[in-house]
């Protein structure tokens, strides 16, 4: 079992940035594709962002392209989201998800999850 904790959110004005952190458990945590999703009130939930093990491929919704940035420190078995000029239509839970696939934006794919952590942009 992988275990993801979320934190970082907040309230913030359009125009803001925030960044987000997911905190794993065990040694394993760098052999699988890590993935940020959101799921704003009325909505389905979405794909922010998704990064491959080795770093070597990131994956980003068109919405939030040249806003936002995936990394992972592997060795802290971390992954972030960096989240700059926030806009009100980013307000949403924002999920840390693991697959233990190839690179996938499928959130099917995705067999671990963290409890969310909630973002809000003011307008």
């Known amino acids: 079992q992988v275990q993801l904790v979320e934190s970082g959110g907040g309230l913030v004005q359009a125009g803001g940035s925030l960044r987000l952190s997911c905190a794993a458990s065990?040694?394993?945590?760098?052999?699988?594709?890590m993935g940020w999703f959101r799921q704003a009130p009325g909505k389905e939930r979405e794909v922010v962002a998704a990064i491959s093990w080795n770093e070597l491929t990131t994956s980003y919704a068109e919405s939030v392209k040249g806003r936002f940035t995936i990394s992972r420190d592997n060795a802290k078995n971390t992954v972030y989201l960096q989240m700059n000029s926030l806009k009100p239509e980013d307000t949403a839970v924002y999920y840390c998800?693991?697959?233990?696939?190839?690179?996938?934006?499928?959130?099917?794919?995705?067999?671990?999850w963290g409890q969310g952590t909630q973002v809000n942009v003011s307008s």
């Open positions: 998800a693991a697959a233990r696939a190839m690179m996938t934006t499928k959130s099917d794919m995705y067999s671990y």
């Open positions: 065990g040694r394993t945590f760098s052999s699988y594709t």
